[in-house]
């Protein structure tokens, strides 16, 4: 019985491990000199980062979605609402943001698909400075609302860049 019970043991751990490496890692920063309250669908939720703090959220292989930063924010609890990428009031975002919100999209490959892809979008307008890179990849950066490393409308395809799989993943906003 006992042999049984280390043999679970080791095969939940080694399961646990495969599942932690295959996820990509995203750390987001705030260089603002004010607060940023950075969301991300599907994973992430949101969350609150002063100056200089950072923000750790793996993201499963086959996983498509976005982080934004929220400004001008005010919670009691978990409800409140923002001035910029408000996401129906909620401190946790289920729902993309309102505009206007810079975008880092994502796409992190799944079985099978040796590729990550990334971009950034003012497609749903600039709310705030933003870097965003991947650890195998080319560095983003959108300083002002036209900025040439973003996509600026739905059909501009050129701006999507890849790296090797469950990358890590660096957001940072105020570069």
């Not at 409140?80 to 999209?105: F, I, N, R, V, Y």
Request: hydrophobic share 30%; aromatic share 10%.
């Amino acid at each position: 019985m006992a042999s049984t019970t280390c043999v679970s043991s080791v095969l939940f751990l080694l399961a646990a491990f495969t599942a932690g490496a295959s996820a990509a890692t995203f750390t987001i920063k705030n260089n603002c000199g004010y607060t940023v309250w950075p969301a991300g669908i599907p994973v992430g939720g949101g969350t609150q980062l002063d100056p200089g703090q950072t923000w750790t959220v793996n993201v499963p292989p086959g996983t498509s979605g976005r982080f934004w930063g929220r400004t001008g924010c005010s919670f009691n609890g978990g409800s409140g609402h923002c001035d910029s990428g408000d996401c129906a009031g909620a401190l946790s975002c289920t729902l993309s943001g309102q505009p206007p919100a810079t975008l880092a999209e994502y796409t992190i490959g799944g079985t099978g698909n040796p590729q990550d892809y990334y971009d950034i979008s003012v497609v749903d307008g600039y709310n705030q400075p933003m870097a965003f890179s991947c650890s195998t990849g080319v560095g983003l950066v959108c300083t002002y609302p036209s900025c040439p490393d973003a996509y600026q409308y739905p059909t501009d395809d050129t701006k999507t860049h890849s790296c090797i799989a469950n990358s890590n993943y660096q957001v940072t906003f105020c570069p």
